[in-house]
C-alpha cells in the first residue's frame, strides 16, 4: 500500500527560511567578529568606509541641497545651524560633504571595477597565449606606466571633457596597467599547473581554460590590487577636481572644494579647506587600512601575520 508523502506547511517553510536567514546573519556577525580580532586596523578602515557609504547613501536625508546658497549666510563658522559652516556664498559645508561622499564612492568604485577588470582580463590573455601576443600587450602596458599617473588622467580627460563618467574612464585607464601586471604574473605560475594541461588534453577550449581554470586562481591578487586602488582612485579623483579637470563645478565634490575658493578665502574661512581635507584623508586612510587587512588575509605568506 502506498504511504503519501506528506507536504512541508506554508507555515513550517516560513520557519525554516526565517531560521535560514538567522544563521546566515549570525555567521556574518561571526565573521565581522574574527576579522576584528584579528585585523583591528582593518576594522577600522572598514568602519570609515561604513561610515562614508551610510553618508553618500542617506544623503539627501540628513542634507539641504548643496547647491543652494544665501549671501546672507556666506563665511559661517561651525554652529547648530550649519555644522560645519558655510563658504563664500553661503553654502551648506557639511551637505557638500555629504553630497561629495557619493561622488567619491561612485568614481573610486566604478574607476577601479572597470580599470581592474579590463587589465585582469588583459593579463590573462597575454600570460595564455604568450608569445608576440604577450609581447605587444606588455609593451603597450609598459608604454602607459611611464607616463606619470595624474598626467595621464589629464591627458584623457582633456581629450574627453569633464564629466563624472569621463571622470570614470580617466582613473579607470590608470588602473589598467597595474591589474594586469599581478593578474598576469599569477596567470603565468598556473598556465602550466596540472589542471590546466590536463583541461588542455581532453579538449577544453581556450576560453574555458583561461576563465573556468586559470581564473579563479588569480581572483585573490586581483581583489588585493583593486582594494588598494580604491583610496589611490578617490585621491585622483580630488587632484582632477582640484584642478578644474574634473567632474563639473555644478556637482560638490572635495576636490572642488579645495580648488580656488577653498585656497582664495583660507585666512577669512578656514573650514572652506579643512573640512574637505579631512573628509579626503579620512577616506583615504580608510580604504588603506581596510586593503592591508584584505591583502594579509588574501595572501598565503601574510595570512599568519
Same mark, same amino acid.
Given at each position: 500500500?502506498?504511504?503519501?508523502?506528506?507536504?512541508?506547511?506554508?507555515?513550517?517553510?516560513?520557519?525554516?527560511?526565517?531560521?535560514?536567514?538567522?544563521?546566515?546573519?549570525?555567521?556574518?556577525?561571526?565573521?565581522?567578529?574574527?576579522?576584528?580580532?584579528?585585523?583591528?586596523?582593518?576594522?577600522?578602515?572598514?568602519?570609515?568606509?561604513?561610515?562614508?557609504?551610510?553618508?553618500?547613501?542617506?544623503?539627501?536625508?540628513?542634507?539641504?541641497? =548643496?547647491?543652494?546658497?544665501?549671501?546672507?549666510?556666506?563665511?559661517?563658522?561651525?554652529?547648530?545651524?550649519?555644522?560645519?559652516?558655510?563658504?563664500?556664498?553661503?553654502?551648506?559645508?557639511?551637505?557638500?560633504?555629504?553630497?561629495?561622499?557619493?561622488?567619491?564612492?561612485?568614481?573610486?568604485?566604478?574607476?577601479?571595477?572597470?580599470?581592474?577588470?579590463?587589465?585582469?582580463?588583459?593579463?590573462?590573455?597575454?600570460?595564455?597565449?604568450?608569445?608576440?601576443?604577450?609581447?605587444?600587450?606588455?609593451?603597450?602596458?609598459?608604454?602607459?606606466?611611464?607616463?606619470?599617473?595624474?598626467?595621464?588622467?589629464?591627458?584623457?580627460?582633456?581629450?574627453?571633457?569633464?564629466?563624472?563618467?569621463?571622470?570614470?574612464?580617466? +582613473?579607470?585607464?590608470?588602473?589598467?596597467?597595474?591589474?594586469?601586471?599581478?593578474?598576469?604574473?599569477?596567470?603565468?605560475?598556473?598556465?602550466?599547473?596540472?589542471?590546466?594541461?590536463?583541461?588542455?588534453? +581532453?579538449?577544453?577550449?581556450?576560453?574555458?581554460?583561461?576563465?573556468?581554470? +586559470?581564473?579563479?586562481?588569480?581572483?585573490?591578487?586581483?581583489?588585493?590590487?583593486?582594494?588598494?586602488?580604491?583610496?589611490?582612485?578617490?585621491?585622483?579623483?580630488?587632484?582632477?577636481?582640484?584642478?578644474?579637470?574634473?567632474?563639473?563645478?555644478?556637482?560638490?565634490?572635495?576636490?572642488?572644494?579645495?580648488?580656488?575658493?577653498?585656497?582664495?578665502?583660507?585666512?577669512?574661512?578656514?573650514?572652506?579647506?579643512?573640512?574637505?581635507?579631512?573628509?579626503?584623508?579620512?577616506?583615504?586612510?580608510?580604504?588603506?587600512?581596510?586593503?592591508?587587512?584584505?591583502?594579509?588575509?588574501?595572501? =598565503?605568506?601574510?595570512?599568519?601575520?
Amino acid at each position: 500500500m502506498a504511504t503519501e508523502q506528506e507536504t512541508p506547511s506554508a507555515g513550517a517553510l516560513l520557519g525554516r527560511r526565517a531560521r535560514d536567514e538567522r544563521s546566515l546573519v549570525i555567521r556574518g556577525l561571526s565573521t565581522v567578529k574574527s576579522f576584528s580580532k584579528r585585523k583591528p586596523l582593518g576594522a577600522i578602515g572598514g568602519f570609515i568606509i561604513l561610515i562614508m557609504v551610510l553618508l553618500a547613501v542617506f544623503a539627501p536625508v540628513i542634507a539641504n541641497d =548643496p547647491m543652494e546658497w544665501n549671501l546672507r549666510d556666506k563665511f559661517q563658522s561651525p554652529n547648530l545651524e550649519y555644522w560645519l559652516g558655510t563658504n563664500d556664498v553661503g553654502q551648506d559645508l557639511w551637505a557638500q560633504i555629504v553630497y561629495g561622499a557619493q561622488i567619491s564612492l561612485y568614481v573610486g568604485i566604478l574607476s577601479v571595477a572597470y580599470g581592474s577588470g579590463i587589465g585582469g582580463i588583459v593579463g590573462l590573455v597575454s600570460a595564455y597565449y604568450g608569445g608576440k601576443t604577450d609581447v605587444i600587450i606588455q609593451r603597450i602596458m609598459d608604454a602607459m606606466m611611464a607616463i606619470p599617473t595624474l598626467v595621464l588622467a589629464l591627458a584623457i580627460m582633456a581629450a574627453l571633457g569633464g564629466s563624472v563618467n569621463n571622470v570614470v574612464i580617466a +582613473i579607470g585607464a590608470v588602473q589598467i596597467p597595474r591589474a594586469n601586471r599581478i593578474v598576469r604574473s599569477q596567470a603565468l605560475a598556473v598556465r602550466e599547473s596540472e589542471f590546466a594541461l590536463a583541461a588542455r588534453s +581532453i579538449g577544453a577550449t581556450d576560453m574555458r581554460i583561461m576563465f573556468q581554470h +586559470i581564473m579563479p586562481q588569480c581572483v585573490a591578487p586581483w581583489l588585493i590590487i583593486a582594494t588598494a586602488a580604491l583610496g589611490t582612485a578617490i585621491i585622483s579623483e580630488a587632484s582632477l577636481s582640484f584642478l578644474g579637470m574634473g567632474v563639473p563645478p555644478t556637482t560638490p565634490t572635495w576636490g572642488g572644494m579645495l580648488s580656488q575658493r577653498g585656497r582664495e578665502y583660507f585666512v577669512l574661512a578656514p573650514q572652506m579647506a579643512i573640512f574637505p581635507g579631512i573628509a579626503i584623508s579620512l577616506a583615504v586612510y580608510g580604504f588603506n587600512l581596510f586593503g592591508d587587512a584584505i591583502r594579509d588575509v588574501l595572501d =598565503p605568506r601574510l595570512r599568519g601575520s
